[in-house]
Each structure stands twice: as C-alpha cells, then as structure tokens.
C-alpha cells in the first residue's frame, strides 16, 4: 500500500508519535531522557520548529508541535534520530536501528482538539499506570504547563495563552481541565488520526484540508460521494 504523503499546514499543529522497533525500550536511564530533550531542543530551534507538549515513555514518544515548514518536523525528527541512535547503540553497546520505521503524525483542528491532545499526551504514564497524576512524572510537559516549572524546550499555544491572562491562571485553568475525563470518542480519534495518517477534526476541517494540500485528508465513506462542503 502506498504510503500517504504527511499533511503539512504553515502554523497548523502535529501530534507526533515515535515507537521503538518492536515496541523495544528507548530509554534505559535518566541521561537517556536527559539527551533525547537535549537533541529535541538543538533541533527543533535550528529547524523553526516550536514543541507545545511532550511524554517521553520507555518505548515510544509523543510530542505536539507546530511546524514553521515543511521541512521543520522531517528535519527535526532526521537529526534527533541520528543523533540519538547513535547515542544509545554507543551507550549500550547495541548497532543497529532502533525505531520503528517512520514516526506517526496527525494535522490538528486546533480549536477542536489542542487541549483535548495536550492532556492525552501528558496523560500517558497515568494511562501505563507508571504514576497516580500526571504531576509525578519527570519526563513529560505536565509540570511545565500546569505548574510553570522552567522549561526553554516549550512555547506556549496561543489557545494555552487564551486560558487566563496570567500565567497562574492559565496554570490553575490547565490544571482544572484534567479533573475532567477525556471521552473515549476522543481518545480513539486521537489514536487512530495519529496512527494512520488522517487528520484529527471534523469534517469541515477536513474537507479545508484537502482543499489546501490537495492530499486525502480523511477515509472516504462507503457508497455514493456526497457533494463536497463550501468553506468558509
């Protein structure tokens, strides 16, 4: 099956997702997280690339990003690659590849599902049942958004900023929204956008999508076509 190419927006966020070959261990130690961060950080300031969120898990990592380019996302996932790879076979005394061929990404109908994604990302050692809160684990985003923990690696979003006009309260309505339970509708649209390749929005955004990449933005419905939609 022919590989989809990836769905680029200028200034449209990406959930990105990026597994250990074979659902293998990436992260051994603390210095392993420590210098995955450090590349991610050298990369994504060469590349223009500006990284909202994260959870480094032991074999995989999610990030939500907002790419400059087209180039910004590729380019920075190439170098951390590279340079993390070689990194952990030197550490380790392992060759060969250690990710699971290309990272997943997904097109984000910001106003829709930014929050809704940030939470489902910092929310992932709870769902492993590696910690109780989020807050308890050291390698995600969560502190940094929910408690303003310094961290040079993320910007804010826009829609963040909207949440209060001080950081305390932006912190303290971030915090609120995760005594709120993220619905099962969403988090199988989060997974499944992600992991085939389509966006994560509603029709609408999908169809202005396509309109603008003129890629397929979403699985096609079985039977008749329906008249595309106008866009506003």
């Not at 210095?31 to 909202?52: G, I, P, Q, W």
């Not at 060759?95 to 990302?121: A, N, P």
Request: aromatic share 10%; hydrophobic share 35%.
């Amino acid at each position: 099956m022919t590989r989809l190419p990836r769905l680029f927006l200028p200034g449209q966020p990406l959930h990105v997702i990026q597994r250990g070959n074979n659902r293998t261990t990436i992260f051994m130690a603390d210095a392993d997280y420590r210098f995955y961060l450090h590349c991610l950080k050298e990369a994504s300031d060469e590349e223009n690339l500006t990284v909202h969120a994260y959870a480094l898990m032991r074999n995989h990592v999610h990030l939500l990003v907002t790419p400059t380019t087209e180039s910004s996302l590729p380019k920075t996932m190439q170098s951390i690659g590279r340079r993390y790879v070689q990194y952990f076979n030197h550490t380790y005394g392992r060759t060969g590849t250690l990710w699971e061929g290309r990272y997943k990404s997904t097109l984000i109908d910001s106003e829709r599902y930014m929050l809704t994604c940030m939470r489902y990302i910092e929310l992932n050692p709870v769902r492993a049942a590696m910690v109780e809160h989020p807050g308890d684990y050291f390698w995600s985003s969560y502190r940094v958004n929910a408690h303003g923990i310094p961290d040079e690696l993320i910007t804010p979003h826009p829609l963040y900023m909207s949440l209060g006009r001080t950081a305390d309260e932006r912190q303290k309505a971030y915090r609120e929204l995760f005594s709120r339970g993220i619905t099962m509708e969403d988090m199988d649209g989060i997974r499944n956008a992600t992991n085939k390749g389509w966006v994560l929005g509603n029709r609408k955004f999908s169809i202005k999508v396509e309109t603008l990449t003129t890629r397929q933005a979403m699985p096609r419905t079985r039977g008749r076509p329906k008249k595309r939609e106008a866009i506003e």
